[in-house]
């Protein structure tokens, strides 16, 4: 039992293939057009009866029983029945069917669709216990995701597999025809070892085109008929289509999984797969679509419509050619702007005439456009349009727009600031002091003035909520502090504000300026500092979960700051298998300005796991990358300089790492030093130590309370002190932590000849190291510490490479890049003094 697609045909076909060598293989088709016929399907195996006979259900069994011996006769094997489409047999063959069954005359595999289900015959055998039921259900994301890495040679990022899961509905017959169309497209393309989609997933492609066609022609004409208005207008009342086509129609649409039934009031139905109804839509011609569109109004009340039906409507209309008032395009247009159809928000903004609505149909088309990456005709089109809006309550919105548009195309802020001024110079205008205030925070945000902050947010909290911008610029103030207090280490108070932020948000749904993405940022980075990870995760979820629309803008972005995550807690592996898609994914869409950023983080964690090769390519990425989001850029340079030095070790990048402590940038703001301090601890420097246990003493959270303990431990150099503080951080989720204590106490157990207790210290260093998911250790502290020859991944590469794999299959069995696998089995050569594979099994420790 399977719904439409799912693999029922498919299924009894491979049965067939596979078992037509060993038994007598017999096939039936239902068919609708056989429905009513008596006996219809039975017919090659009836052929030799009289009329009178042909339409007896014992005559019709004996001839069917005829047939099975003469086939038996041939080879004596015992015969197997499939039947498709089960669900279209007429109730006479069933009863026959189910005879042969209990007779034991055959063997029967019978697929059909749950609604409306076996015919009674057939399914009276189940209840008998004669029979067993298989539900075949759509592919989840987990074996979408199998898919997808068999049929692809390379890495596919969850963004992918999201996109493509979500497009297929699980689908197997819909996931097949989307990826060899996207694929044929170019849509779907592999860049640097990733699986990107470089634009939504093709509806008018030959594959997907061709299923449609074939399961709309299989179909009565009442329910094709049925279908085009579904898709053409869904969601569409479904009083409306039962008025026009009949409620049995309906029905058996509904039965067949067609169509879907929302819970609202008044019910409303759709196609079942959003990609399907395009697809249908693709397949009518304008005259065709015009008069649907004639005959679906003289049931249908606008009034009613809402939401996506009203956009819908609009959107039929104008591909029928029709006029649409300005106002109602200016409504559909923002509609698909929050929903992310962002060619359809383009398209229909583009065709408002009315100058009175001009300059919001602009901004909309400008928001589309930024939501697709095309930064600088964004910027143009805001700029031909924010100066009118200064009045509107979308006036604040645009400005932030226009300034993360220019910013985008690599305009320092203080430059725009500086035009603005000169462009608006009387300091009367009414808008005037909340487009500088505006400005201001931006700045202060950029330059992470927590001070200059502090005043100003102060202020905004005690003014009234009814002015147009107040709600805009309070978010804004609270957002641009609670990053700058995280810098200054004071992120349990940024925390504070970037909480008010979120709290503000509800008023500002729906507005051109991504207001939730912006906060969101900032209130994981205060997370984060606080060494809060479950929290910082959680909000991420969060959203995910209920901004699905915005995924293939956002994503990049958000899995960026997954990596940040992973990587402050020191789990390289899932950084590195987070950031490196992510970096691929904000160099096609960067609406937050993260791909500076995320370049400098997927270059340290890619250095620090020895990947020398994606390690120089994102290092000419970040050198290559326009100025990103300034209020990351100074850290984003210590990570570079911090990689650098992984690659090298030449001293030239911890150099710079120190001379960056020593800046202006890091020496106001404790929470960014003690990050940097930090970063030179994993290279091994111990210089910092001392300088962690001051600078962390100043900075809030969990984070900075474990940085010092260790530091303070670390310097004390007490082996039972540090194996306790180890077991603490253990406790606490800082594993990484945990793991440099260990390895700290085992070099002061082993100096002070307690082996035993500095072998059980190892011993925990390598969970630690297990739980971490490290392939191998970099840090000078633990190479001194007594360890096993080779590490967990370095064996699992080792132990791929005896059985005889190649590189690439390693690689492939092992999700990480054939420059990964090739370093690591240069690496083993070297521990265990071999030139070459062959050599591996005999030098292996037994």
């Given at each position: 039992m399977?719904?439409?697609?799912?693999?029922?045909?498919?299924?009894?076909?491979g049965?067939?293939?596979?078992?037509?060598?060993?038994?007598n293989v017999?096939?039936?088709?239902?068919?609708?057009?056989?429905?009513a016929?008596?006996?219809?399907?039975?017919?090659?195996y009836?052929?030799?009866?009289?009329?009178?006979?042909?339409?007896?259900?014992?005559a019709?069994?004996?001839?069917?029983?005829?047939y099975?011996?003469?086939?038996?006769t041939g080879n004596?094997?015992?015969?197997?029945l499939?039947?498709?489409?089960?669900?279209?047999?007429?109730?006479?063959?069933?009863?026959?069917v189910?005879?042969?069954?209990?007779?034991?005359?055959?063997?029967?595999?019978?697929?059909?669709?749950?609604?409306?289900?076996?015919?009674?015959?057939?399914?009276?055998?189940?209840?008998?216990?004669?029979?067993?039921?298989?539900?075949?259900?759509?592919?989840?994301?987990?074996?979408?995701?199998?898919?997808l890495?068999?049929?692809?040679?390379g890495t596919?990022?969850?963004?992918t597999?999201?996109?493509?899961?979500?497009a297929?509905g699980?689908?197997?017959?819909?996931l097949?025809?989307?990826?060899?169309?996207?694929?044929?497209?170019?849509?779907?393309?592999?860049?640097?070892?990733?699986?990107v989609?470089?634009g939504?997933?093709?509806?008018?492609?030959?594959?997907?085109?061709?299923?449609?066609?074939?399961?709309?022609?299989r179909?009565?004409?009442?329910?094709?008929?049925?279908?085009?208005f579904i898709?053409?207008?869904?969601?569409?009342?479904?009083?409306v289509?039962?008025?026009?086509?009949?409620?049995?129609?309906?029905?058996?649409?509904?039965?067949?999984?067609?169509?879907?039934?929302?819970s609202?009031?008044p019910?409303?139905?759709?196609v079942?797969?959003g990609?399907?109804?395009e697809?249908?839509?693709?397949?009518?011609?304008?005259?065709?679509?015009?008069?649907?569109l004639?005959?679906?109004?003289?049931?249908k009340?606008?009034?009613?419509?809402?939401?996506?039906?009203?956009?819908?409507?609009?959107?039929?209309?104008?591909?029928?050619?029709l006029?649409?008032p300005?106002?109602?395009?200016?409504?559909a247009?923002?509609?698909?702007l929050?929903?992310?159809?962002?060619?359809?928000?383009?398209?229909?903004?583009?065709?408002?005439?009315?100058?009175?609505f001009?300059p919001?149909?602009?901004?909309?088309?400008?928001?589309?456009?930024?939501?697709?990456a095309?930064?600088?005709?964004?910027a143009?089109?805001?700029?031909?349009?924010?100066?009118?809006?200064?009045?509107?309550?979308?006036?604040?919105s645009?400005?932030?727009l226009?300034?993360?548009?220019?910013q985008?195309?690599?305009?320092?802020l203080?430059?725009?600031?500086?035009?603005?001024?000169?462009?608006?110079?009387?300091?009367?205008e009414?808008?005037?002091?909340?487009?500088?205030?505006?400005?201001q925070?931006l700045?202060?945000?950029?330059?992470?003035?927590a001070?200059?902050?502090?005043?100003?947010v102060?202020?905004?909290?005690?003014?009234?909520?009814?002015?147009?911008?107040?709600?805009v610029?309070r978010?804004?103030?609270?957002a641009?502090?609670?990053?700058?207090?995280?810098?200054?280490?004071?992120?349990?108070?940024?925390?504070?504000a970037?909480?008010?932020?979120?709290?503000?948000?509800?008023?500002?749904?729906?507005?051109?300026?991504?207001?939730?993405?912006?906060?969101?940022?900032?209130?994981?980075?205060?997370y984060l500092?606080?060494?809060?990870?479950?929290?910082?995760?959680?909000?991420?979820?969060?959203?995910?979960?209920?901004?699905?629309?915005?995924?293939?803008?956002?994503?990049?972005?958000l899995?960026v700051?997954r990596?940040?995550?992973?990587?402050?807690q020191?789990?390289?592996?899932?950084?590195?298998?987070?950031?490196l898609?992510?970096?691929?994914?904000?160099?096609?869409?960067?609406?937050l300005?993260?791909?500076r950023?995320?370049?400098?983080?997927?270059?340290?964690?890619?250095?620090?796991?020895?990947?020398?090769?994606?390690?120089k390519?994102?290092?000419?990425?970040?050198?290559?990358?326009?100025?990103g989001a300034?209020?990351?850029?100074f850290?984003?340079?210590a990570?570079?300089?911090a990689a650098?030095?992984?690659l090298?070790?030449?001293?030239?990048?911890?150099?710079a790492?120190?001379?960056?402590?020593?800046?202006?940038?890091?020496?106001?703001?404790?929470g960014?030093?003690?990050e940097?301090?930090?970063?030179?601890?994993?290279?091994?420097?111990?210089?910092?130590?001392?300088?962690?246990?001051?600078?962390?003493?100043?900075?809030?959270?969990?984070?900075?309370?474990?940085m010092l303990?260790l530091?303070?431990?670390?310097?004390?150099?007490?082996?039972?002190?540090?194996?306790?503080?180890?077991?603490?951080?253990?406790?606490?989720g800082?594993?990484?932590?945990?793991?440099?204590?260990?390895a700290?106490?085992?070099?002061?157990?082993?100096?002070?000849g307690?082996?035993?207790?500095?072998?059980?210290a190892?011993?925990?260093?390598?969970?630690?190291?297990?739980?971490?998911?490290?392939?191998?250790?970099?840090?000078?502290?633990i190479?001194?510490?007594?360890?096993v020859q080779?590490?967990?991944r370095?064996?699992?590469?080792?132990?791929?490479?005896?059985?005889?794999?190649t590189?690439?299959?390693?690689?492939?069995?092992?999700?990480?890049?054939?420059?990964?696998?090739?370093?690591?089995?240069?690496?083993?050569?070297?521990?265990l003094?071999?030139?070459?594979?062959?050599?591996?099994?005999?030098?292996?420790?037994?």
């Open positions: 399977a719904g439409p697609g799912i693999g029922k045909s498919s299924l009894t076909e049965i067939a293939e596979r078992f037509g060598g060993d038994l017999l096939q039936l088709h239902g068919s609708s057009a056989l429905a016929v008596p006996f219809g399907v039975l017919t090659p009836t052929g030799e009866l009289t009329a009178e006979e042909s339409v007896s259900p014992v019709v069994l004996r001839s069917m029983w005829s099975f011996e003469k086939l038996k004596g094997a015992p015969v197997l499939l039947v498709d489409d089960a669900h279209y047999l007429d109730e006479a063959s069933a009863g026959v189910a005879d042969l069954i209990s007779a034991g005359w055959a063997t029967v595999v019978a697929a059909a669709r749950p609604r409306p289900g076996l015919p009674q015959p057939l399914d009276q055998l189940w209840y008998d216990g004669l029979a067993e039921r298989v539900d075949l259900r759509p592919l989840n994301r987990e074996q979408i995701e199998e898919v890495d068999h049929v692809l040679d596919v990022p969850d963004a597999v999201d996109a493509v899961w979500s297929s699980g689908n197997p017959r819909i097949d025809a989307l990826l060899h169309d996207a694929a044929e497209a170019g849509i779907l393309a592999k860049r640097n070892g990733i699986w989609l470089l939504p997933l093709p509806t008018d492609g030959v594959r997907l085109t061709a299923v449609v066609t074939k399961d709309h022609l179909r009565r004409p009442e329910e094709q008929e049925a279908l085009k898709a053409l207008g869904g969601p569409v009342g479904r009083k289509i039962e008025d026009i086509c009949g409620a049995p129609v309906v029905r058996s649409l509904l039965d067949q999984q067609m169509v879907v039934e929302n609202g009031v019910a409303e139905l759709t079942w797969n990609l399907f109804a697809a249908i839509r693709n397949t009518i011609s304008v005259s065709r679509s015009l008069q649907l004639e005959k679906i109004r003289e049931h009340d606008p009034a009613t419509l809402r939401g996506e039906g009203r956009l819908r409507s609009v959107e039929w209309a104008l591909e029928c050619g006029r649409v300005d106002a109602e395009m200016l409504d247009a923002r509609e698909a929050t929903r992310f159809r962002n060619h359809s928000a383009r398209a229909i903004a583009a065709k408002v005439q009315d100058p009175e001009l919001l149909a602009r901004a909309i088309q400008a928001r589309a456009l930024y939501n697709e095309s930064y600088p005709e964004a143009a089109l805001l700029d031909s349009c924010w100066q009118q809006l200064a009045g509107h309550p979308e006036g604040p645009v400005l932030l226009r300034a993360a548009a220019h985008a195309t690599g305009r320092p203080a430059v725009l600031a500086e035009e603005m001024g000169e462009q608006h110079p009387d300091p009367a009414a808008a005037a002091g909340w487009r500088e205030e505006l400005l925070l700045q202060l945000g950029a330059d992470l003035d001070e200059a902050l502090r005043g100003r102060a202020d905004l909290r005690n003014r009234s909520s009814t002015e147009v911008e107040a709600p610029a978010v804004v103030g609270e641009v502090l609670a990053h700058a207090l995280a810098a200054a280490g004071k992120a349990a108070e940024g925390l504070e970037a909480l008010f932020a979120a709290s503000d948000l509800r008023p500002l749904e729906g507005r051109l300026f991504f207001f939730s993405e912006y906060v969101l940022g900032r209130l994981v980075a205060d500092a606080m060494g809060e990870w479950e929290s910082a995760e959680r909000e991420l979820e969060s959203y995910a979960a209920g901004h699905a629309h915005s995924a293939a803008t956002f994503n990049g972005s899995q700051l990596g940040y995550s992973m990587l402050r020191g789990r390289m592996e899932r950084a590195y298998q987070l950031l898609p992510a970096v691929e994914a904000l160099r096609l869409n960067d609406p300005q993260l791909f950023f995320g370049s400098a983080l997927g270059f340290y964690v890619a250095a620090r796991l020895g990947d020398t090769a994606q390690g390519r994102l290092e000419q990425d970040y050198k290559d990358a326009v100025a300034p209020a990351h850029d850290v984003a340079r990570y570079v300089a650098s030095e992984y090298s070790r030449d001293g030239k990048g911890l150099a790492l120190h001379t960056l402590m020593t800046t202006n940038e890091a020496s106001t703001r404790a960014t030093l003690l940097l301090l930090g970063l030179g601890w994993d290279l091994g420097d111990p210089s910092v130590i001392p300088m962690v246990q001051t600078a962390a003493q100043g900075v809030e959270g969990r984070w900075a309370a474990a303990k530091a303070t431990d670390w310097q004390a150099a007490d082996g039972d002190a540090l194996m306790d503080t180890a077991a603490a951080l253990e406790e606490s800082f594993v990484n932590l945990a793991r440099e204590a260990y700290r106490a085992s070099t002061v157990l082993e100096q002070s307690e082996r035993r207790r500095s072998r059980q190892v011993a925990q260093r390598e969970k630690c190291d297990h739980e971490l998911g490290e392939r191998f250790r970099e840090g000078r502290f190479a001194a510490t007594p360890a080779l590490t967990r370095e064996q699992d590469i080792v132990e791929l490479a005896v059985q005889g794999l590189d690439r299959e390693i690689a492939q069995r092992l999700m990480v890049s054939v420059r990964t696998v090739e370093g690591h089995l240069y690496r083993t050569y070297v521990k003094g071999v030139r070459s594979r062959d050599e591996l099994d005999a030098a292996l420790p037994k």
